[in-house]
């Protein structure tokens, strides 16, 4: 019979209880070095490397576009920026009915903010019914805080 040097613990014995034992010449405080790489993964590279993979533009849902709205209290873009926006509203509208127009002009001067932003909000939605949204919110998103009026 050959005798071992490990002491032997019962198939019940957790394995927390059980000590580990470690090789007594290792030299653990030594520094790491990172092991190379096999020569067939360094031959690997793109052939043409002007090429890269990028990530996939995320999506959009209703959940970012009305919280890029709503972002830093925003009312709504202004009136040149608006026209802007709401021309992407034309374009993708063919037959269907329009939403309000943007306040522009001595509207734009008349209307307290809450009026504009309901205005805003209500084309937002009409951007939601038809699936416009990633549009909207990329427009949005790159617009400048400077091209937005803040509610006061």
Known sequence: MI?????SFADTEPASTIPLHLAGD???DAPTQP???PASAQAA???IPE???SLAPIEAGEYELMAELRKEN???PLPTRWLEFYRI???AAGRDPLPAPPLTGSAWAATPDSAKRQCFVEQAEWVVKRGLITKAHEFLSALPKSDWQYAH
């Open 74 to 76: 925003r009312v709504c």
């Open 3 to 7: 005798k071992s040097n490990k002491p």
């Open 26 to 28: 290792a030299d653990f």
């Open 45 to 47: 590279k793109p052939a």
């Open 51 to 53: 090429l890269s993979l």
């Open 35 to 37: 092991m190379p790489l």
């Open 89 to 91: 509203l034309q374009d």
